[in-house]
């Protein structure tokens, strides 16, 4: 399904006169304030997430998936100067890259008609992207501790659970996904 969904033209985006300073990217494509919002909100989530791997190329992101097994993923900087982040994942034939666009405040994967109000909702739908590729190896007990809280508890809940300091809340909400 992965696959299929690369195959067509994606319209070219117009870009507005955002403030690069504080850019979480190094693009400027923004139709909007929200748009703006929700792509530095999305970004701040991935920085929490350790399967960001920023600005990785295509070929070092093929490279670090060839040896991994079918579902295995990353998100990286996108090379195209309309697009913010790239899908890279191992499929059953090999490593692939799916430029994930965003319009209308709605994600989606190049090609794709499905849309999503969120990248990270974009990841859980798609059953085959079944692992993360994490940068840091082994990953933290922090982090998987967060995820463990957000699944059982959901995102939503972790503020009124007893017994956590709000140091640990705000950790929990900063990436606040049980990717």
Not at 44 to 49: G, V
Not at 148 to 176: C, F, I, N, Q
Request: proline share 7%; aromatic share 10%.
């Amino acid at each position: 399904m992965l696959n299929k969904c690369a195959r067509f033209e994606r319209k070219p985006k117009a870009e507005t006169g955002a403030d690069s300073a504080i850019l979480p990217s190094h693009l400027r494509p923004f139709h909007s304030r929200e748009e703006y919002r929700l792509v530095r909100q999305t970004h701040q989530q991935l920085l929490h997430s350790s399967y960001y791997w920023g600005p990785l190329s295509m070929v070092e992101a093929h490279k670090t998936l060839a040896h991994s097994s079918p579902g295995t993923f990353l998100i990286r900087d996108s090379g195209q100067p309309d697009v913010f982040f790239t899908l890279s994942y191992q499929s059953a034939v090999g490593p692939v890259s799916v430029r994930v666009m965003l319009d209308k405040l709605l994600f989606s994967l190049y090609g794709c008609q499905k849309t999503f109000p969120s990248l990270f909702a974009l990841l859980a739908f798609y059953n085959k992207l079944s692992r993360p590729h994490r940068r840091q190896r082994p990953e933290l007990l922090k982090q998987m501790c967060r995820r463990a809280l957000v699944r059982t508890y959901g995102a939503d809940k972790v503020r009124t659970l007893p017994g956590l300091s709000m140091e640990v809340k705000d950790y929990v909400l900063a990436y606040p996904h049980a990717i």
